[in-house]
């Protein structure tokens, strides 16, 4: 340190040693602060540390104020040399309680024992000069440490996040044999604890507004139906998706993640929101990611929907249904093709389900619009997705769907068919969708002798069921009676006109 940085307090009794101590200082190019007594040494000595304070021992205490007390003192951060004579040398007794460096006695020439005391005042400012050094150091050390930890905690979690989507990628792919899009990601959604909320928008058949699939799991949020103003033929426009955004704000709250799952167009089908437990799984997860991988997935689910019944598993027409099922009870046709005689020897099973009560929503629901073409076709693909087992299939109006079936995949296509019928989302295939959520339809699942002649009698025997129950009819005398006098004819005269 250099001589001119240094300040040098002075209190001592005898002023001629205050003035040759200061000449030597002031050779020195320093200049000391003289104090006359203890109280006014210890207020500036609080308000400012000097660099060396020399001290007369007989100094140490006056009146209320004692050394020893000095704050400074007491921290031993105040650098003393005690100044003494032969007369007051028993004095220094005392300065052993103290953190001092070092003696002062009076002398003729003060030069030499001040220049050893600068000296070693020198070494022991530079000493902790550098003591402070390495505190800076050590602090800025643990500084970058702590920095690099977290740096590397939120690699590790970046790294956990990354690894949580192919996870959850894994989980999907898993469920390619569930009917639904929506009911394979809402099993997988359901599962990650960091998802809080969920939501999903599609859009309608007639592309004018959007839907919330049903869902029973705790997750899952409900979002209204959206009424666009204007039909979105190539997917959710961007006025529908923001209307949505906004909407699933206002149902969820904030800090939402939009997934857009599109389908043969440039705009999306479908608009995932979820919503995140906490701020590192919102930011770290690699949501681009998972929006891909959905993509791809709902594509896989969508072509196979999409697809038209094949002739090995729809025959084209009730007609040539009936003539196959008669093959089973009168044997074969003269002209009857070697494909078909080889059909013919498997042995099948038939299965119908009847569709009266969903005949009945719609009949309740005139002017709500029923997509007829869209649910014979997806309901049929996505049996087909969900079942092991082989069938073709053939309608009897649109009251009735049967399905043939080898004998040996009979009980498990059974379980699996009735299952399947009664967890069906008939309400999406109804332009208004809302208007029929409450109306319950259960489709029967039953077996029918293999032949045309009794799968028509259980199809004419659940229509006049139907009658009866449009009716109010409870007997048969009574069912002829009221077709006589009203002269009704299946299929000629609507019901409700009767």
């Not at 009794?13 to 003035?19: A, F, G, I, Q, R």
């Not at 437990?277 to 196979?304: P, Q, T, V």
Request: hydrophobic share 40%; charged share 25%.
């Amino acid at each position: 340190m250099l001589k001119g940085q240094l300040s040098v307090a002075l209190l001592l009794s005898d002023l001629n040693e205050v003035k040759e101590i200061s000449a030597v200082f002031r050779k020195l190019g320093i200049i000391p602060h003289f104090y006359e007594d203890l109280k006014t040494f210890w207020s500036g000595t609080l308000e400012r540390i000097p660099s060396l304070c020399i001290v007369d021992v007989r100094k140490m205490s006056e009146g209320e104020f004692v050394l020893r007390e000095h704050p400074a003192v007491k921290s031993e951060k105040l650098p003393l040399i005690f100044f003494y004579s032969k007369n007051t040398e028993p004095l220094l007794l005392s300065t052993n309680e103290f953190f001092h460096l070092g003696l002062l006695k009076k002398t003729e020439d003060y030069e030499s024992p001040l220049r050893a005391i600068l000296k070693r005042l020198n070494h022991f400012l530079r000493l902790e000069l550098e003591n402070q050094t390495l505190k800076v150091d050590k602090f800025s050390m643990a500084e970058t440490i702590e920095k690099l930890k977290y740096e590397k905690l939120a690699m590790v979690q970046t790294d956990q996040y990354q690894s949580m989507v192919k996870s959850v990628c894994v989980q999907l792919e898993e469920l390619r044999g569930e009917s639904d899009f929506f009911k394979a990601v809402e099993r997988v959604f359901h599962g990650i604890d960091e998802i809080s909320e969920f939501a999903m928008l599609e859009l309608s058949f007639n592309g004018q507004k959007l839907i919330s699939p049903i869902s029973h799991v705790q997750k899952f949020r409900a979002i209204p139906s959206l009424w666009l103003g204007q039909a979105c033929p190539k997917g959710i426009e961007l006025f529908a998706q923001n209307m949505a955004t906004q909407v699933a704000m206002d149902v969820m709250g904030g800090d939402l993640v939009s997934l857009l799952i599109k389908g043969n167009h440039s705009r999306p089908d479908k608009i995932m929101f979820i919503k995140a437990k906490n701020e590192l799984f919102y930011n770290h997860f690699d949501w681009n990611m998972l929006e891909a991988y959905l993509n791809g997935f709902y594509a896989s689910f969508r072509n196979k929907l999409e697809n038209e019944p094949s002739i090995e598993k729809k025959f084209t027409s009730s007609f040539e249904a009936m003539s196959f099922l008669d093959q089973f009870l009168f044997g074969n046709a003269a002209l009857e093709s070697d494909d078909k005689k080889g059909l013919r020897k498997l042995d099948y099973r038939l299965v119908d389900v009847d569709l009266t009560s969903l005949v009945e929503v719609i009949l309740k629901k005139s002017n709500n619009r029923f997509f007829w073409g869209k649910f014979e076709k997806e309901f049929i693909n996505k049996l087909e997705i969900q079942t092991r087992s082989d069938f073709r299939t053939f309608e009897c109006g649109v009251n009735h769907l049967a399905f043939l079936v080898v004998a040996h995949d009979l009980d498990s296509f059974f379980d699996e068919l009735r299952d399947f019928s009664s967890k069906f989302s008939y309400w999406k295939y109804f332009e208004d969708s809302e208007g029929v959520l409450s109306q319950i339809v259960t489709p029967r699942v039953s077996m029918v002798p293999l032949s045309a002649y009794a799968y028509l009698k259980a199809a004419q025997k659940a229509s006049f069921s139907m009658h009866e129950k449009a009716l109010g009819i409870t007997s048969d005398k009574e069912t002829l009676a009221k077709l006589k006098t009203k002269e009704l004819i299946w299929g000629r005269e609507p019901i409700n006109e009767i």
